[in-house]
């Protein structure tokens, strides 16, 4: 799946962005990738079950004007990991 969304800025500045996510995910600014991570069930270790919190964070090198941010998104069923 794929969310995507237009941040217009004022002007060049770097911002944090905190999210939270399950099970994998890889996100991109401007077409260039920013952060991939995986979250998903006992992907850590054999007792994590791939809750979602707002425990990450990305800064982002905003432009002045519009910036594209993308995330892709994956759902993995827990079984069979």
């Known amino acids: ?22 099970d994998a995910t890889r996100i991109y600014l401007n077409g260039r990738p920013v952060f991939e991570g995986d979250s998903g069930y006992r992907s850590r270790d054999e007792q994590f079950m791939g809750t979602i919190g707002w425990k990450d964070a990305v800064y982002l090198n905003l432009g002045k ?16 990991r």
């Open 1 to 22: 799946m794929l969310v995507r969304t237009t941040i217009r800025s004022e002007r060049d500045q770097v911002k944090k962005l905190f999210f939270g996510y399950s």
């Open 65 to 80: 004007g519009p910036n594209e941010l993308v995330f892709v998104l994956a759902d993995v069923d827990g079984i069979g």
